[in-house]
């Protein structure tokens, strides 16, 4: 077995700590590219979460205007049914009148009334 020399063991330690420091250099940046990756995936995810958290608002602010649409047609609707009742109801009791009219003239002919 050969001796090595001091200088050996301390050219050998230098030579690792520099093969050390090139691959710690190396590793802290990629790390910083991984950190900013990172950072900008995150920039990214926020961004799409507004954008999502903005459509949704905006389907959610369409949906109700559509459903006050909805509930002011069903009342314009029912009110015209009424309303129609209402009419039929009328001119159901004058046909009754009419008709008994007639029958006691004896077939004489009622007026249009619609």
């Known amino acids: 077995m050969k001796k090595k020399t001091i200088d050996e063991y301390i050219e050998k330690v230098w030579t690792t700590l520099d093969k050390l420091s090139e691959a710690h250099v190396k590793n802290m940046k990629d790390h910083e590219k991984f950190q900013k990756d990172i950072e900008k995936d995150r920039k990214s995810s926020k961004e799409k979460y507004r954008q999502m958290e903005k459509m949704h608002k905006n389907d959610f602010i369409e949906l109700k205007n559509m459903q006050k649409e909805t509930d002011r047609l069903i009342k314009e609707t029912s009110q015209q049914m009424k309303e129609t009742d209402r009419h039929l109801k009328e ?24």
């Open 91 to 114: 001119k159901f009791s004058e046909l009754k009148v009419y008709v008994g009219n007639v029958g006691r003239n004896n077939g004489d002919v009622a007026e249009e009334f619609f």
